[in-house]
């Protein structure tokens, strides 16, 4: 099986608006996972590559496959977070993020989210386009 591993992190910042909370004013527990979404959209741009473009040059889209969450700590209304996205493994069609969302040197939430490349017309998987695949390696 060829596998190979990456280690490169990015952090996102993301302020908690009244619509991420519930009632109590904590951060509604499905919200974590589009902080999760935001900081792995935000590191595939500032690696140059914006997912529209990827569906209309590339034929592709990455799907989320499965995913793992620990809640740790409550976030709250008007805060500021950290969310980090980090590269943990890599396969021909799929790639795992390991993810952390802190509150400076609080850990609040942690996750592993496999993501599938899949070909956008037929939705069957797709190799991940091979300079896509060098940049996480740099």
Known sequence: MNKQTYTKKFIWPVRVYYEDTDAGGVVFYANYLKFFERARTEMLRAMGYEQDELIANESIIFVVRSVQVDYLSPARFNEQLQVSAEVSLTKKASLTFDQVITR???VLCKGSVRVACLDAQ??????IPEKLLEQLKE
């Open 122 to 127: 037929d939705m069957r998987p797709k190799a």
């Open 104 to 106: 400076g040197d609080d």
